[in-house]
């Protein structure tokens, strides 16, 4: 059983910055073995792809809508991936979601094997 659990949203304005993170656990789950991606859902549109990253770390993959503004990020000893969000804007509000998955390419385009339950972001203008 594997376990993502995202924490770190809120209600900020525009401009502002939050960092999210999600806690991987499981009792088979290696973490290190996962890449691990940010997905995102607003109101009346559909679930889609924001931010992965690689096992290691060493490569990272942005939608174009954050390029520039977001940046994720993993710390494997704390099995926890970050996603730092700078410069807010108000169509970012969203429930965001962690997701974990084996291949970097699925991932990015169907999604993770793992979901976490989400963390609402709020960004007021």
């Known amino acids: 059983q594997v376990q993502l659990v995202e924490s770190g949203g809120g209600l900020v304005q525009a401009g502002g910055s939050l960092r999210l993170s999600c806690a991987a656990s499981?009792?088979?789950?290696?973490?290190?073995?996962?890449?691990m991606g940010w997905f995102r859902q607003a109101p009346r549109k559909e679930r889609e792809f924001v931010a992965a990253?690689?096992?290691?770390?060493?490569?990272?993959y942005y939608a174009d809508s954050v390029k520039g503004r977001f940046t994720i990020a993993r710390d494997n000893a704390k099995n926890t991936v970050y996603l730092q969000m700078n410069s807010l804007k108000a169509e970012d509000t969203a429930v965001y979601y962690c997701?974990?998955?084996?291949?970097?390419?699925?991932?990015?385009?169907?999604?993770?094997?793992?979901w976490g339950q989400g963390t609402q972001v709020t960004v007021s203008s």
């Open positions: 990253i690689n096992w290691s770390g060493s490569s990272t």
């Open positions: 499981g009792r088979t789950f290696s973490f290190s073995s996962y890449v």
């Open positions: 997701a974990a998955g084996h291949n970097i390419v699925v991932l990015t385009k169907r999604g993770g094997d793992y």
